[in-house]
């Protein structure tokens, strides 16, 4: 029987190459100040991993329900292994957050499952403005880094997964 490798956790991260990897990256400027810093977090994890700067492309977008159209784009060029996506959608902020944020997901999520390509979800849904801060750089982490993290580990799965498709 095939057995698929499934250790390369974000616990076992040491163990992930992104060398050769081609990504795409989708970010909302919608508040910029954090969302500028899960892109520093996500580029500099591809950087670390190996991944060449010049294969990795970045889009910017409006708002993070502009994110799943521009990665659909993206997807259509065939040119990546995996996409990073990052906004920021904070509840204080709007009155239509669940919109914004149930969409950004779900739009995301059609364009990676429909393409068969893994997509990333480096978006903060947050209550408030403190909490953004603490998880783009601050006492609890950096989600650009895991979303970064996650697109390698998942870019290797699908070319182990390649025989089964
Ligand atoms: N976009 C975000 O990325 N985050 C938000 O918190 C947000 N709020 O507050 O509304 C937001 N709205 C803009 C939206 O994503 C679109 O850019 C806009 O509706 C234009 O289509």
Redesign the pocket.
Known sequence: MTKVDQTETPNNCSKLSGVGLKIGIVF?R??NLITSQLLKGAEKTLIDAGVNKQDITIVD??????IPYAAQSLVGSGNFDALITI????RG??S??EI?ANQ?VEGINRVSLDNRIPITFGVLTTENVEQAIARSGGDKGNLGIEAALAAIELAGLTKRLSPFN
């Open positions: 909302s919608f508040n977008v409006p708002g993070a329900l502009e906004g920021c959608v904070i902020e709007t239509h957050y914004v950004t």
